[in-house]
Nanobody, 124 residues
Framework: QAQLAESGGGSVQPGGSLRLACEVSGFIVDYYAIGWFRQAPGKEREGVSCIGSSEIGTDYADSVKGRFTISEDNAKSTVYLQMNSLKPEDPANYYC?????????????????WGQGTQVTVSS
């Protein structure tokens, strides 16, 4: 059974950095596309970034381009989201999700398995 577990959330000041980790089990991460999503209270879920199977491609929401970087460590079965220059509009619960082989997408409905999320707070 596919399982995903996020970690790395926390509280930082504006302009700070965090690195989120999504550790997967029950499947080989390299065979799946992995996406990062976020949802703030009262807002819809938003696709943030994703990486295709075998790292065949990545995608980013316009709101995070140039600030966030997604990467994958197959040996550790983990996908990372490096978040730099965090802004007051970035706080949310961040989730990772998995879908089958192929290119990734920022559409949450295309993903089958989800983690429980990790909270990110940005405040001065």
């Amino acid at each position: 059974q596919a399982q995903l577990a996020e970690s790395g959330g926390g509280s930082v000041q504006p302009g700070g950095s965090l690195r989120l980790a999504c550790e997967v089990s029950g499947f080989i991460v390299d065979y799946y596309a992995i996406g990062w999503f976020r949802q703030a209270p009262g807002k819809e879920r938003e696709g943030v970034s994703c990486i295709g199977s075998s790292e065949i491609g990545t995608d980013y929401a316009d709101s995070v381009k140039g600030r966030f970087t997604i990467s994958e460590d197959n040996a550790k079965s983990t996908v990372y989201l490096q978040m730099n220059s965090l802004k007051p509009e970035d706080p949310a619960n961040y989730y990772c999700a998995a879908r089958g082989w192929g290119h990734c997408t920022l559409l949450g409905r295309e993903y089958d398995s989800w983690g429980q999320g990790t909270q990110v707070t940005v405040s001065s």
